[in-house]
């Protein structure tokens, strides 16, 4: 009598009776695996300009990051999926496999074409990495359990972004570009191993499947096309031209066919069904909205603080550690509140209302505002992202049946991802105007906005400096006007969230009296 209903299992019903001990250590090559996926984009960064100077192919520069994140966002999605239909350990392993052979490969490059390209099959792995993670949290751990966990691995992105820069800048300077993308090799080797002894307890999955290729290929379309409007928007082609205006009528041909496609298939790569849940949708859109505010910050910020206040790069790196500080503090400590309270529905709230606080805050700096001052801002907008980020996926993960975890993890983080490319673009592209702008109603030309180095700026006469300064900080404070704004939606959006209670080993129980009071019913008959 029970058989038929387990197919249709919630997730709350998850967890493999591992323990504390077997959970941390997986969770150690799991950490290494996340830490990877959210390391690589910033610890090349600090060697491009060195890749330049030994590759060639300045014209190429910006695609060995497009390359990587469109890779990682086309992936997400279908890597979820297949961890459904074929089990997490072996999709999970293949996507670290193939992170390490692009790593390998970007390391041999001999050129920048060739580069791009590895980078696009390191990203490929990449996309694997970060829901194959939360896919198998969701899998072994019950959700009143998982937030402590899954607070752990949503910390290890701000140590990431802080210590990228430096780690790359280190390796750049004393030893070589390469060994910015050979040092994931020794990570990922340990991963891969610590990973298939620890994980052989998963469900194995189903073994054969029909793949919906169609819907990959038409989710690989709309995708590509959005992440280069938002990558050319503005920059390399105007907003009206045919170019991008040719792009946006493929990005919504091609998702109305996705959509019609995906409605048909028995295995869609990703189910249409699991945007039924409300509360589901309502995570993903947090997601999307925590991306556009987080990645639009740290993006800008270093502009600020660098053109304004006068630091290093690699400094400005630093200055950014109260915000991700405040991250990981109010993750870890939102997590654990969560798995003892078995509550979670407040915090997105209170979260997204810091974020807004936080951003508003930075809207208000100016040409003599102290980072003492900005470092209080960040640690307002830091705590407001710790309480959104780790929430958000367990929500989501809560509002799944065990058949959709993978697919319905792919499709929050796919979600987090494309907010945070739209962040950087559309934020990106405000604070340019307002840069330009402002530059040119008091004399200067555009020509000084897209050739000035923090480094040219400290021998320009007095005057020129600081109205370069204000040019600079009236695109900031313009850029988080209107991040704060979009914020503002993400409270809206929090209010809606039903509290569905987390079943996990505690309250298990509850629903059992249900079942066997059903039992009596036909034996009597």
């Known amino acids: 009598m029970a058989e038929p209903a387990v197919p249709a299992r919630p997730a709350d019903e998850a967890g493999l009776g591992f323990s504390h001990r077997e959970i941390m250590v997986t969770m150690s090559g799991l950490v290494i695996a996340m830490l990877l996926a959210q390391l690589d984009n910033m610890i090349v960064a600090p060697a491009l300009p060195t890749i330049v100077g030994d590759l060639g192919g300045l014209e190429h520069l910006s695609w060995v990051t497009t390359g990587y994140i469109l890779a990682t966002t086309i992936a997400t999605p279908i890597w979820g999926k297949l961890g459904d239909l074929f089990g997490r350990r072996?999709?999970?392993?293949?996507?670290?496999?193939?992170?390490?052979?692009?790593?390998?490969?970007?390391?041999?490059?001999?050129?920048?074409?060739?580069?791009?390209?590895?980078?696009?099959?390191?990203?490929?792995?990449?996309?694997?990495?970060?829901?194959?993670?939360?896919?198998?949290?969701?899998?072994?751990?019950?959700?009143?359990?998982?937030?402590?966990?899954?607070?752990?691995?949503?910390?290890?992105?701000?140590?990431?972004?802080?210590?990228?820069?430096?780690?790359?800048?280190?390796?750049?300077?004393?030893?070589?570009?390469?060994w910015a993308f050979y040092v994931n090799l020794p990570l990922g080797i340990v991963t891969l191993i610590v990973s298939w002894i620890t994980l052989a307890r998963l469900p194995k999955g189903k073994g054969k499947a029909r793949i919906d290729w169609f819907g990959t290929i038409l989710l690989a379309v709309w995708i590509t096309s959005l992440v280069l409007i938002t990558t050319w928007g503005g920059t390399e082609y105007d907003w009206t031209s045919p170019q991008i205006l040719g792009l946006v009528a493929l990005t919504l041909v091609g998702l109305v066919a996705f959509i019609a496609v995906e409605s048909r298939q028995a295995e869609p790569i990703m189910p249409l069904r699991v945007f039924r849940n409300r509360n589901f949708v309502l995570a993903g859109g947090i997601a999307f909205i925590s991306g556009f505010a987080l990645f639009g910050a740290i993006g800008y910020l270093p502009q600020y603080?660098?053109?304004?206040?006068?630091?290093?790069?690699?400094?400005?790196?630093?200055?950014?550690?109260?915000?991700?500080?405040?991250?990981?503090?109010?993750?870890?400590?939102?997590?654990?509140?969560?798995?003892?309270?078995?509550?979670?529905?407040?915090?997105?709230?209170?979260?997204?209302?810091?974020?807004?606080?936080g951003m508003f805050l930075f809207s208000t700096v100016d040409l003599h505002t102290s980072k003492t001052m900005t470092a209080l801002y960040m640690v307002v907008l830091g705590a407001g992202m710790g309480g959104?980020?780790?929430?958000?996926?367990?929500?989501?993960?809560?509002?799944?049946?065990?058949?959709?975890?993978?697919?319905?993890?792919?499709?929050?983080?796919?979600?987090?991802?494309?907010?945070?490319?739209?962040?950087?673009?559309?934020?990106?592209?405000?604070?340019?105007?307002?840069?330009?702008?402002?530059?040119?109603?008091?004399?200067?030309?555009?020509?000084?906005?897209?050739?000035?180095?923090?480094?040219?700026?400290?021998?320009?006469?007095?005057?020129?400096?600081?109205?370069?300064?204000?040019?600079?900080?009236?695109?900031?404070?313009?850029?988080?006007?209107?991040?704060?704004?979009?914020?503002?939606?993400?409270?809206?959006?929090?209010?809606?969230?039903?509290?569905?209670?987390?079943?996990?080993?505690?309250?298990?129980?509850?629903?059992?009296?249900?079942?066997?009071?059903?039992?009596?019913?036909?034996?009597?008959?």
């Open 90 to 178: 072996i999709t999970f392993v293949a996507a670290v496999a193939l992170f390490l052979v692009g790593s390998a490969l970007c390391g041999m490059a001999h050129n920048m074409a060739e580069l791009v390209a590895f980078r696009g099959v390191q990203g490929l792995g990449a996309g694997g990495l970060i829901v194959g993670v939360l896919s198998i949290i969701g899998e072994m751990i019950p959700p009143r359990d998982r937030s402590r966990y899954q607070g752990v691995m949503m910390a290890v992105m701000p140590v990431a972004m802080i210590g990228g820069p430096l780690i790359g800048g280190f390796i750049t300077d004393h030893l070589s570009w390469r």
């Open 305 to 357: 603080q660098q053109f304004v206040q006068g630091s290093s790069a690699t400094n400005s790196g630093l200055l950014l550690m109260p915000m991700m500080a405040a991250v990981m503090v109010v993750s870890i400590l939102v997590g654990n509140m969560i798995s003892r309270t078995g509550r979670y529905r407040v915090f997105p709230i209170i979260g997204s209302a810091l974020v807004v606080a």
């Open 388 to 525: 959104i980020m780790q929430t958000s996926t367990l929500i989501a993960q809560n509002s799944l049946e065990m058949r959709d975890m993978g697919a319905g993890t792919g499709v929050s983080t796919f979600l987090r991802n494309m907010g945070s490319s739209l962040g950087v673009s559309i934020l990106g592209a405000i604070y340019a105007h307002h840069l330009t702008s402002s530059l040119t109603s008091a004399g200067g030309t555009a020509t000084e906005v897209s050739s000035m180095t923090p480094a040219a700026l400290r021998f320009m006469p007095e005057a020129a400096r600081v109205l370069f300064q204000k040019a600079v900080t009236d695109g900031i404070a313009s850029l988080f006007i209107w991040g704060s704004a979009v914020a503002v939606i993400g409270v809206v959006v929090a209010l809606f969230v039903r509290h569905v209670p987390l079943r996990g080993s505690k309250p298990v129980a509850k629903p059992e009296p249900a079942v066997t009071e059903a039992i009596p019913e036909p034996a009597a008959a």
